[in-house]
Structures are given as C-alpha cells and as structure tokens.
C-alpha cells in the first residue's frame, strides 16, 4: 500500500523544486570576469547587443563597439567614431560606413569575436565602459590595466540575485 501525500512531504519536494529552479542556469547572459573571477552579469538574449565604450588614446575622442550574440558568439557589429584616429575608420569589406551627426559610424560589420572577448581595461582616462540593457558597468576606475573577458554565458536565479551586474569595487 502506498503511503498518502503528506502536507510535511508535498512541503518537501516543493521545497526541492524551488531551489532546482533557483540553481538552474537557464537565464542568457553576459559573463563579466576579472583575471578569471565573475565579477557579475548583464542580462544578454540571442539577438542584442552590448556596447563597449572609451575614449582613443590618441585624439581622446570617445568610441563606441556594438557586439551583438549571434549563435552563442560575440559578432562585432557597429563602430561609432567622432573621426578617424590611428586604427580607427572603415576597413573595405566589412560593413558600410556614413554620416550621423558628429559621428561616423561603420555598421554591418559582422566581424565574429569568437565565444568570449578579452579586454586589457585602460586608465581612467580612456573610461572603459559596459552597457547592455539599461546597466552601465563603469571598468576604468578599479580595473584598470587589469584582464576582463566578456563571454555569454547562462546564469541561474541565485546568483543573478546575489551577484547581479558586475559591480567594481576599488
């Protein structure tokens, strides 16, 4: 003879079923790590995009870089630039470029990152910086000079909320 449910047994197994669901990776996002350690994540679904920000260390004028997740890797897609400085411009092939108010923008890059990008984060001046989906990560003032890898990842609901966007303390 089977044993009825119990309140003190359902109670259990819903208890299991919350942490399981609390432990499983299942949330796309964006893995932010220092030298290997998460710092945090920015929430990133297939589709959209981040944005890396700084400033040329050349002519100090600022720069943005849209990447994109596309089939679980990193695609650069958009470059902003105020004007051409050393290394910066439009590459023939990759993308077209045009005219936005003060910015020059180089689009349709489609240049593929791979599955995570590593970054040596500039001095305060250069002002590294994260967006993605509404959150601004600020890197250059207590990472800088410092490795950081960007990698899409999945992430479970508990270290979401503990960890939550990657938060540099100095």
């Given at each position: 003879?089977?044993?009825?449910?119990?309140?003190?047994?359902?109670?259990?197994?819903?208890?299991?079923?919350?942490l399981?669901?609390?432990?499983?990776?299942?949330?796309?996002?964006?893995?932010?790590s220092?030298?290997?350690?998460?710092?945090?994540?920015?929430?990133?679904?297939?589709?959209?995009?981040?944005?890396?920000?700084?400033?040329?260390?050349?002519?100090?004028?600022?720069?943005?870089?849209?990447?994109?997740?596309?089939?679980?890797?990193?695609?650069?897609?958009?470059?902003?630039?105020?004007?051409?400085?050393?290394?910066?411009?439009?590459?023939?092939?990759?993308?077209?470029?045009?005219?936005?108010?003060?910015?020059w923008?180089?689009?349709?890059?489609?240049?593929?990152?791979?599955?995570?990008?590593a970054?040596?984060?500039?001095?305060?001046?250069?002002?590294?910086?994260?967006?993605?989906?509404?959150?601004?990560?600020?890197?250059?003032?207590?990472?800088?000079?410092?490795?950081?890898?960007?990698?899409?990842?999945?992430?479970?609901?508990?270290?979401?909320?503990?960890?939550?966007?990657?938060?540099?303390?100095?």
């Amino acid at each position: 003879m089977r044993s009825p449910l119990t309140v003190p047994r359902v109670c259990g197994v819903l208890a299991a079923a919350a942490l399981g669901a609390l432990l499983l990776p299942v949330w796309p996002v964006l893995r932010v790590s220092d030298e290997g350690s998460t710092l945090g994540y920015l929430p990133l679904s297939e589709g959209e995009r981040f944005t890396i920000t700084y400033v040329h260390s050349i002519d100090h004028l600022p720069i943005e870089e849209d990447i994109e997740l596309r089939d679980g890797r990193l695609i650069a897609q958009t470059t902003r630039i105020r004007q051409f400085g050393a290394g910066m411009g439009h590459i023939p092939g990759e993308g077209h470029g045009y005219a936005d108010g003060e910015w020059w923008v180089v689009d349709d890059i489609g240049r593929d990152v791979g599955t995570g990008l590593a970054m040596r984060v500039g001095a305060a001046n250069v002002d590294h910086r994260l967006q993605a989906a509404g959150t601004e990560v600020r890197l250059s003032p207590c990472l800088a000079a410092h490795r950081v890898t960007l990698e899409p990842d999945r992430a479970a609901t508990l270290p979401l909320v503990l960890r939550g966007a990657p938060d540099p303390r100095c």
